[in-house]
């Protein structure tokens, strides 16, 4: 099975070109930075990413193209494909990119419009919104409320 699935930042606004003939089909060529878990030498303030080649056709491009822009947060899905060319000088090139399927924000647009996790939140003032921590019963089990168990869970039946 060949399935890629990312989530990172376009490093700058997609390339789209659009297929001749009668029936135009869009291209998107872009590059997503996508974050590692791991940071560089141990240091927990290098952060380290991989910049991944990425390609999409028809209404994905098109979707690239009108509402995507360098720092937009995406996840993607796709595929990975693998070729080679030789370029003027005679050298052999070796390519991999991802062929994206399926392209969707990975953030709201009024967290892009400020700043989309790029600026630190202890010199902005911003605080994120954190839900409030279930209260736990004294043996550190969670209360369930009474009749639950009757609302059809797929394991009571």
Known sequence: ?????????????????YSQGEQS????????????????????????????????FGRT???????CHQGTKLVVEGRI??????????????????MIENAEFAESKA????????????NSGYQPSRPEPISAAGDGFMNIPDGVEDEGLPFNE
């Open 111 to 122: 967290v892009a419009n400020s700043g989309g996790g790029y600026q630190d939140a202890g």
């Open 25 to 56: 089909t869009a291209f998107a060529r872009f590059t997503l930075a996508v974050d590692r878990r791991v940071r560089r030498d141990g240091d927990p303030n290098q952060q380290t990413a991989d910049f991944i080649s990425c390609v999409a």
């Open 61 to 67: 491009a098109e979707f690239l193209e009108r509402y």
């Open 1 to 17: 099975m060949n399935k890629v699935i990312l989530m990172g930042r376009l490093t700058r606004d997609p390339e789209v070109r």
């Open 81 to 98: 494909q693998t070729g080679s060319y030789t370029n003027k000088d005679g050298v052999r090139i070796y390519t991999t990119d991802v």
